[in-house]
């Protein structure tokens, strides 16, 4: 691996004897490793019906376990949001966040969504998840992934941290702060990143890395934690950032940290640290304004009769575009663009509701009264976008595999329609 010859000399300037070790880390291909969700199966169970060898379990994560297979993200398992990919190292952080599951979080720099579905698996679908997200695109992937995983006590947002920390002064319990950095931690996993590393570029993260660590310190309340990670090892972005830090907000103290290097750790490189606030005070925030449809609910509630055994609790917000959430009992007004709040149930044209992938995707099998199990080819050929025959009622269903919902259908006189978007087909 042809790595940058300034960043060879600083690493064996501060590593010292270790260095030949570290360089040695290099020469071995990047583990891999999935983390069980929660949200939707026991890691026992997820064990027993792995569709692929299981390796040991991760040091920093109970439900993480290594993995051999290199195209892991093309089983139905994953598809369905039984676990989420996510390097080894990365879960680390899940050690410090660990929120009580009432509480409200910040993830502020969340997308592509590995510490979103951490944090919300141990929140066990309680409390309030808010996860950010400045660029479009990814928080577009943010929001599928948390769909996949099927997390309904979350708000995938859209704002610049700044924005975030306005809205949402001095309330949050929680607030993760997984910065953009120079990545030094990833090159072996990314090798792309390695052309563009400098000295100059990590000045640059660590200046950017500063103004978000600021908003984030603004979002959390008194008594509360804030999380700051990194997957680079440049002490001006890690150790050194924390304590200039701690110099600008003397209300906050240090409570952990951890520096985890790939000639140490079955992992590549992170960096994560755990922030106490002393001072300061708890906000409250104005609840989300719901906004009710009565003809939209209607048509949602005839939908709901037929497909649920029970309907779901909750408050229904209908949008302008006629999107309709179930919101999680009190989420905030947002203040921000927002591209989902909890569980998007689907959407209303003025005549009929039709139901979203994101409903399928929240939902237990015994919830559904129409849940179609498919055989391994089904599912291949579900996945695939191809329709199905199936002896079953006319209507909306669930189809999956034991009891793990894979998509919506609607079967018509034998046939089930395939409903899984486009975007999601192999």
Partial sequence: MNLPEKFLDRMKERL????????????????????????????????????????????????????????????????????????????????????????????????????????????????????NEIDFGRAKILSQNAERMGIGNCAVTNAPPEKIAECFPAYFDLVLADVPCSGEGMFKKEAEAIPHWSVNNVSLCAARQREILDCAAAAVACGGVLVYSTCTF?????????????????????????????????????YCARLRKTGGEMRSAKPYPVKRNAQANRAFEAFAKDFFTEPPEGEITTLADGRMYLVPAGMPAVGVR????????????????????????????????????????????????????????????????????????????????NHLPKGLRK
């Fill in 234 to 270: 440049s002490e001006e972005e890690d150790e050194l950032q924390v304590r200039a830090f701690l110099e600008r907000h003397p209300d906050f103290v240090l409570e952990d940290e951890h520096k985890l290097y790939p000639h140490r750790h079955k992992g590549e490189g992170h």
């Fill in 16 to 131: 010292g004897e270790e260095y030949p070790a570290f360089l040695q880390s290099y020469e071995r291909p990047p583990y891999r490793a999935l983390r069980v969700n929660t949200l939707k199966i026991s890691a026992e169970e997820f064990m027993r019906i792995a569709p692929f060898p299981l390796g040991a379990r991760t040091d920093w994560e109970e439900y993480g376990f290594y993995i051999g297979e290199e195209k892991a993200g093309l089983y139905k398992e994953h598809f369905a949001g039984l676990y989420y990919l996510q390097e080894p190292s990365a879960m680390c952080v899940g050690e410090l966040t660990a929120p009580c599951k009432k509480d409200r979080v910040l993830d502020l720099c969340a997308a592509p969504g590995g510490k979103t579905t951490q944090i919300a698996a141990q929140m066990a679908g309680r409390g309030i998840l808010i996860s």
């Fill in 338 to 417: 927002a591209l989902r709040l909890g569980v998007g149930l689907g959407a209303f044209d003025g005549k009929i509701f039709k139901p979203a992938h994101a409903l399928a995707m929240s939902v237990k099998r015994k919830e559904v009264k129409r849940f179609v199990p498919l055989d391994p080819e089904e599912c291949e050929r579900y996945l695939s976008g191809q329709t199905l025959e199936k002896e079953i009622a006319d209507g909306w269903c669930a189809v999956g595999f034991g009891d793990y919902p894979l998509g919506l259908a609607k079967c018509v006189k034998g046939i089930l329609k």
